[in-house]
């Protein structure tokens, strides 16, 4: 099923190998306009066939600040912080 409205974002989240060592998954989801003022926007994960519903404000808060979702970055251990 081709969504019948425009895209308004895409997002991937990269999973790292429970291993450590195996290459990372990437999951891709693209997010789409509601068909009516009010309404659910769609969201497709890339790799399933079917479209799911969300809240379309959740979508407009992932995309307003999209940068504030990023982890913060892990600090390094060196011998004088240990």
């Known amino acids: 099923m081709a ?3 425009s895209e308004l974002g895409r997002a991937e989240v990269v999973l790292e ?6 290459e990372p998954e990437t999951l891709s989801f693209t997010f789409y306009a509601p068909l009516e003022a009010g309404g659910r926007a769609m969201v497709r994960a ?5 479209i799911m519903g969300v809240d379309a404000a959740k979508v407009d808060e992932i995309f307003a600040d999209i940068d504030a979702l990023r982890p ?3 600090e390094e251990l060196t011998e004088d912080s240990q």
């Open 3 to 5: 969504p019948m409205t």
């Open 17 to 22: 190998a429970a291993d450590g060592e195996s």
């Open 46 to 50: 890339a790799g399933r066939e079917t």
């Open 72 to 74: 913060d970055p892990v």
